[in-house]
């Protein structure tokens, strides 16, 4: 067992009454591709949202190797070597595609800047199926062509651990199958990855394991095959008549 990348201790998130993450623990290995499942409202996003500093917690400690990273501002936390994508696709309107990748290249350092930084976006462009479209106004870009941009912004900081929150979300069948594939080359890249996704047949393709959350709390934490047959799982999803 590799030693743990990311250790999310006794998490807690309280917004006045309502608990939206309760006392959560689990770990994530370097190099590990892990699902972060479960029904909606269950506190996945808000749970994003704490790792990438969005949110402060309540309570709890995460620690990002030796470092702990809770309640740190999110430029630091991105400094420190996350970046996530957003389940609203979050790009800068105004801007063509590289310089959308440019912009995340702000958080990797002095041997990105200018030149560099302008090969690296391009490069980066290409690896997510974009080539030739570097120069494009994402405002004119289709809804999948606009998360490729998304994604390779967040690359661009070459981050220790990448957050998805639901990529695949929006796309068509045949979409769907790329961004499959696209998100497998990156892990299979050695890229640490926590995936929040609603698309099971990604989550059994993808996941070597699976962190289940409902209402606020962990219920399951295990393989994919595993999670997905667990009756306290499927109950979740579906209800007590269909466990």
């Known amino acids: 067992m590799k030693p743990a990348l990311l250790s999310v201790v006794r998490m807690r998130k309280a917004f006045g009454g309502l608990v939206a993450v309760n006392d959560v623990s689990f770990d994530v290995s370097e190099g590990e591709l892990i ?3 479960g029904p909606n409202g269950s506190g996945k996003t808000t749970m994003l949202n704490l790792i990438s500093g969005a949110l402060r917690p309540t309570s709890g400690e995460i620690r990002l190797g030796r470092n702990q990273i809770s309640g740190l501002a999110p430029e630091r936390i991105a400094k420190e070597g996350i970046a996530r994508t957003f389940q609203l696709v979050r790009v800068l309107p105004s801007m063509t595609a590289i310089e959308n990748v440019i912009a995340g290249t702000a958080f990797v350092g002095d041997r990105t800047w200018g030149a560099r930084a302008h090969t690296l976006a391009g490069a980066l462009l ?25 994604l390779a912004r967040a690359l661009a900081a070459d981050p220790r651990l990448l957050l998805l929150d639901e990529w695949l979300a929006g796309l068509n069948p045949s979409e769907l199958l790329i961004g499959i594939d696209l998100i497998g080359e990156i892990s299979r890249e050695g890229r640490t990855i926590i995936m929040v996704e609603h698309v099971m047949d990604a989550i059994r393709t993808l996941c070597s394991r699976c962190v289940v959350m409902s209402s606020g709390v962990k219920i399951a934490d295990g393989t994919a095959s595993n999670v997905l047959a667990d009756p306290d799982v499927i109950r979740a999803y579906l209800g007590d008549d269909d466990a």
């Open 35 to 37: 699902g972060l499942i």
């Open 126 to 150: 290409e690896r997510v199926g974009l080539t030739g479209r570097e120069n494009a106004p994402v405002s004119t870009m289709t809804y999948i062509d606009q998360k490729r941009v998304e």
